[in-house]
C-alpha cells in the first residue's frame, strides 16, 4: 500500500498544502491556542516555537503499541516544547523546557535526512511524529523534502488529541495513522492539569476528523499498521481522565470497532507529586475498572498496558542515544483486546 503522499507530491498539492500551512504560520493559528504570532520571524506563542522544526530526539522505537513497533521498531521523531502543560508529562524535559529545546532547531531538509535515516538505516516500519500539533507547516515541508528522495513507509501522527481540525484537514492523505490521547472528559481536570480549558470539544473534534481521514486500523500479514486511528486513553488517578464518559463517546460517537490503546503506566513526574490528587500510581482496582468498561461497550480492538507499565516506559532525554532503555517492549506489556 503506497502512501497517500507520494500521490500528493507527484500532483504537486503536497507543495500547495506546504506553502498554505507556512504562510499561516505568519499570523499562527497551526493549533487550538491560535496564539497569532509571526512565527516566520521567530516571534513565539504558547509552545514557545519559531520558523524551525525543534527535534529532540529521534530513534527506532520498540515500545509503542505492537502494530505500530511491530519487529523493526517505529522511526520515532520527538518533537520538542508542546501547546500544553501537563503537570505530570513524562517528556517535560523535552516539553517544558523552552530554552534548552532552543538549541535543537534543525531546518526541514535536515529533518527529512534524518527520517530516510530511520527508514533506510534502521529499518523501520513508519515515521512516527510526537508531539506534532505545533510543527504542522515544518512536518509537511519535511515530508516534501523526504519524497523525491524515496520516503515511502506510512507516517503516523501521534499527539495530545489537543489539535487544530483546520490543520488536520491539510494532513488528510499525508498521514496514514493517527494516535491521538483522549485524556479528559472534563475541561475542568484539563485546565488544572494540562492548562487546555477546552481540550475536551476540541479533542472529540480532532479525533471525529482523525477517523473521517483514515477510519478503522488496517494492519499488514505481519500485523505492522498500514492506516487507521488508534485512540490512546490514559488511566489517571481517582477517576480524573473521566474514563467510562470518554470510552462511551468513542463507542458511540466513532465506532465499537474502533482501535484502543489503555495505557497503565501513570507515574506522578514532573509536578505531580505535590498535587494530592495525582501523587500516586493508579490501583488494580482503577484498572479493572476500565477493563470492565471495555467489556460492557463491546470495545473489542486494541490493547491494554498491564499494571507493571508503569515502571517501564519513563523516558530519560539525558541518555546518550535513546531517551528510552533497551529492554522496553510494549510487545511484552501490552495485552490485546481480542
Partial sequence: MEPGYVALYQSGELGRRAQALEA?????????RECRVNRL???????????????????????????????????TVFFGNCNMRCVYCQNHQISQNWKEQKSKEMDCRTLAEKMLYLQDELGCH????????????????????????????PLVYNSSGYDSVASLKALD?????YLPDLRYASDRWAKKFSHAPDYVARA???????YRQVGDLAVDESGVAQKGLIVRHLILPNGLAGSEESLIWLARELSPTVTVSIMSQYMPMHRAPRIPLISRKITIEEHEAVLRLLTDLGIENGWVQEMEAAEEYLPDFERQGHPFCPKNSQDNMQVGLQ
Fill in 204 to 210: 472529540r473534534q480532532a479525533i471525529k476528523e482523525m
Fill in 24 to 32: 499561516r504560520l505568519a499570523s499562527c493559528d497551526i493549533c487550538p
Fill in 126 to 153: 513508519n515515521i512516527n511524529f510526537v508531539s506534532p500539533s505545533h510543527f504542522v507547516p515544518q512536518l509537511v515541508r519535511a515530508v516534501l523534502e523526504a519524497v523525491p528522495r524515496g520516503l515511502k513507509v
Fill in 41 to 75: 520571524e521567530d516571534e513565539v506563542g504558547y509552545c514557545h516555537s519559531g520558523r524551525l522544526p525543534i527535534v529532540s530526539a529521534f530513534c527506532a522505537h520498540h515500545g509503542e503499541e505492537p502494530a505500530i513497533s511491530g519487529t523493526g521498531g517505529s522511526g
Fill in 173 to 177: 492523505g499525508v498521514i496514514s495513522i
